[in-house]
């Protein structure tokens, strides 16, 4: 059973910074995604099972970055310049692959997410 845990979400101001957390029972290729209420849960970015490829929405490109520590199986999200907009849950995804996958389909285990509330 893979498990999926999310950290280090909390209430930070327009402009600041949080960094995401995402502790995974295992080495897989893995992502963030978000879902804002009321919205469709969207993509953020992802990261390929080595690290060396990543991919972020055009919304988020230049002001979050994906990364991940392989010997510890922990995966990470730091988000700088936040708006109020990015309010969300935001999850981890996993799936057993070696690229970075950008579709909410393409993956096979969803983290239970952690609440990120952006204030003006």
């Known amino acids: 059973q893979v498990q999926l845990v999310e950290s280090g979400g909390g209430l930070v101001q327009s402009g600041g910074s949080l960094r995401l957390s995402c502790a995974a029972s295992?080495?897989?290729?893995m992502g963030w995604f978000r879902q804002a209420p009321g919205k469709e849960r969207e993509f953020v970015a992802a990261i390929s099972w080595s690290g060396g490829s990543t991919n972020y929405a055009a919304s988020v490109k230049g002001r979050f970055t994906i990364s991940r520590d392989n010997a510890k199986n922990t995966l990470y999200l730091q988000m700088n310049s936040l708006k109020p907009e990015e309010t969300a849950v935001y999850y981890c995804?996993?799936?057993?692959?070696?690229?970075?996958?950008?579709?909410?389909?393409?993956?096979?285990?969803w983290g239970q997410g952690t609440q990120v509330t952006v204030s003006s």
């Open positions: 995804a996993a799936k057993s692959g070696i690229y970075y996958y950008t579709h909410e389909s393409d993956y096979d285990y």
């Open positions: 295992g080495r897989y290729s």
